[in-house]
């Protein structure tokens, strides 16, 4: 039996031979064809590695082509490097590629540059024929804040310069990235004057530790607030941003690049006005109560988006109660496309928020989470119970799930009020929960008639349900999101959102 099945092997061998033989004949003529005619670095830092970007060429034509050279135009004065199909050289001769196969370049970026453009072409010769594909890349100068190295064994530390031990004002005159976890340490205040634009790179732990999340910690390009103050003081016209550090098309509006905002339990005094917050993990996780007559982080004019779990993540956590000023009081504020929740309230806690909207057409899950009690995953079970406060004003509750709000009270006080809101609930008769002791002239389930809310345009439209239908709080504020008084007030009756109507343009 051994032996035939040798035999049998041996022929297949024998049969197969000729077909599998590699062409032996490659012609220089013919053409190339490419996946892309330009290869694009979107937006690379001076201070950071540039990614490495590909370009694939294919042989669609019915001959064996042999490339006769593959060079960059500029040669050694070029900005760019290649690897052509595993070779490491800006000048490759003699590349065969046979019929209906295709080959990879590799291309990286070395230059120095600054704040402009640089453009190059990649040749290729086959016999007398040149053709030639752009690689064009813009040069970003930036300071560069690196809080993670290595000590002399090799084991991952936090290097010095991470942590902010006075008050600090970051320049506005460049970029900055952040590689790693800035923490804001006792008695310092780290402000961010408007303009300032902040990018975070995917750094990571070595380890796994302990989180939420199972790659949460690992995610640890953040800001850390500790028992300081973060004060983010954009405006209208100039916006703080922070996002991740890849301008990529692929990355441009990806979630979990960065860790996010984390404000502590000893934190105080924060606020954030006119921000964009996107691309993270969790947008702004804050821990435990206000400790000193004032919201613990007071929000106005901020945008949320794009995070991969959570928006905001309240941790009330209070043992003495909710005390006398919120953990979060937010005005004209958006949050929204967020992989699990635009908001999680958990452990109890005290929360204000004003003409918000709470958009979700990407989750999975309802887009507000609020809970007065503590559940340990290893325990299965509840091991403390906190009062909740939560109080939602002129605010909208929408999204792509028929069931838009998760509340659960388990015992202790649980004062949620949803006041002249608007919110997506289920209507389905055998839902467990019942959610309308909460409402007070609240709309349920009619569409907010957003204008494009998965481009992230969450404008009204005329004739939105959402129009005339709030509170008036002219003595807090009389714009919305846009922050402008002038062509966008509040007048009248106010909407509901973050965006009073006004007619868009055609």
């Known amino acids: 039996m051994y032996v035939r099945l040798i035999f049998i092997i041996a022929v297949i061998v024998f049969a197969c031979a000729p077909a599998c033989?590699?062409?032996?004949?490659?012609?220089?003529?013919?053409?190339?064809?490419?996946?892309?005619?330009?290869?694009?670095?979107?937006?690379?830092?001076?201070?950071?590695q540039a990614p490495t970007e590909r370009l694939i060429v294919y042989n669609n034509t019915d001959k064996n082509i042999n490339v006769s050279r593959v060079w960059l135009a500029a040669g050694n004065s070029s900005e760019f490097q290649l690897i052509v199909d595993g070779i490491l050289s800006d000048d490759v001769g003699d590349t065969p590629l046979a019929k209906g196969d295709s080959m990879h370049v590799f291309v990286t970026f070395r230059?120095?540059?600054?704040?402009?453009?640089?453009?190059?072409?990649?040749?290729?010769?086959?016999?007398?024929?040149?053709?030639?594909?752009?690689?064009?890349?813009?040069?970003?100068?930036?300071?560069?804040?690196?809080?993670?190295?290595?000590?002399?064994?090799?084991?991952?530390?936090?290097?010095?310069?991470?942590?902010?031990?006075?008050?600090?004002?970051?320049?506005?005159?460049?970029?900055?990235?952040?590689?790693?976890?800035?923490?804001?340490?006792?008695?310092?205040?780290?402000?961010?004057?408007?303009?300032?634009?902040?990018?975070?790179?995917?750094?990571?732990?070595?380890?796994?530790?302990?989180?939420?999340?199972?790659?949460?910690?690992r995610l640890f390009s953040m800001i850390y607030v500790g028992n300081g103050s973060l004060k983010i003081q954009g405006t209208a016209m100039d916006p703080v941003v922070m996002q991740g550090s890849r301008f990529d098309s692929l990355y441009m509006e990806n979630p979990a690049q960065w860790r996010g905002l984390w404000f502590s339990k000893e934190s105080h005094d924060n606020e954030i006005t006119h921000?964009?917050?996107?691309?993270?993990?969790?947008?702004?996780?804050?821990?435990?109560?206000?400790?000193?007559?004032?919201?613990?982080?007071?929000?106005r004019f901020t945008e949320i988006r794009n995070m991969g779990a959570y928006g905001i993540w309240g941790l009330g956590f209070d043992p003495n109660g909710l005390g006398n000023a919120p953990l979060i009081e937010a005005e004209n504020c958006l949050i929204h496309n967020c992989g699990e929740r635009t908001a999680l309230l958990s452990g109890g806690g005290h929360y204000e928020f004003y003409n918000c909207t709470f958009g979700n057409y990407?989750?999975?899950?309802?887009?507000?989470?609020?809970?007065?009690?503590?559940?340990?995953?290893?325990?299965?079970?509840?091991?403390?119970?906190?009062?909740?406060k939560a109080h939602?004003?002129?605010?909208?509750?929408?999204?792509?799930?028929?069931?838009?709000?998760?509340?659960?009270?388990?015992?202790?006080?649980?004062?949620?009020?949803?006041?002249?809101?608007?919110?997506?609930?289920?209507?389905?008769?055998?839902?467990?929960?019942?959610?309308?002791?909460?409402?007070?002239?609240?709309?349920?389930?009619?569409?907010?008639?957003?204008n494009e809310p998965r481009a992230f345009d969450y404008r009204p439209q005329e004739n939105s349900?959402?129009?005339?239908?709030?509170?008036?709080?002219?003595?807090?504020?009389?714009?919305?999101?846009?922050?402008?008084?002038?062509?966008?007030?509040?007048?009248?009756?106010?909407?509901?959102?973050?965006?009073?109507?006004?007619?868009?343009?055609?």
Not at 27 to 40: A, H, N
């Open 111 to 217: 230059s120095a540059l600054k704040d402009m453009y640089v453009e190059e072409y990649i040749n290729f010769q086959i016999g007398d024929t040149k053709q030639q594909v752009l690689i064009r890349a813009k040069v970003i100068d930036a300071y560069l804040i690196k809080t993670l190295g290595r000590d002399t064994l090799g084991n991952q530390v936090i290097l010095g310069n991470t942590v902010i031990t006075k008050d600090t004002t970051f320049a506005t005159d460049k970029f900055i990235v952040i590689d790693g976890p800035l923490i804001v340490d006792e008695g310092a205040t780290l402000t961010l004057a408007a303009g300032t634009s902040i990018y975070f790179t995917p750094s990571k732990l070595d380890d796994n530790s302990a989180g939420s999340f199972e790659f949460e910690a």
């Open 392 to 450: 939602f004003f002129n605010s909208v509750f929408w999204g792509s799930n028929e069931e838009e709000l998760s509340l659960e009270d388990y015992g202790l006080s649980f004062d949620v009020r949803f006041d002249h809101c608007l919110v997506r609930t289920s209507t389905d008769p055998d839902r467990v929960y019942d959610y309308s002791p909460y409402f007070f002239d609240t709309n349920q389930n009619a569409d907010p008639l957003f």
């Open 362 to 388: 990407f989750g999975r899950t309802p887009t507000l989470f609020a809970q007065n009690y503590l559940y340990d995953p290893v325990q299965d079970a509840i091991i403390a119970q906190y009062d909740l």
């Open 275 to 299: 921000a964009l917050i996107k691309n993270g993990l969790i947008g702004l996780r804050v821990d435990s109560t206000a400790f000193n007559g004032q919201p613990k982080l007071k929000m």
């Open 21 to 48: 033989e590699k062409p032996r004949i490659f012609v220089e003529e013919g053409m190339l064809e490419f996946d892309q005619d330009t290869v694009k670095f979107d937006s690379i830092f001076t201070t950071f």
């Open 465 to 506: 349900p959402v129009i005339d239908k709030g509170l008036d709080f002219s003595g807090r504020y009389d714009v919305d999101i846009r922050d402008n008084f002038g062509e966008f007030p509040r007048d009248g009756i106010f909407d509901l959102g973050a965006y009073e109507y006004y007619p868009i343009p055609e």
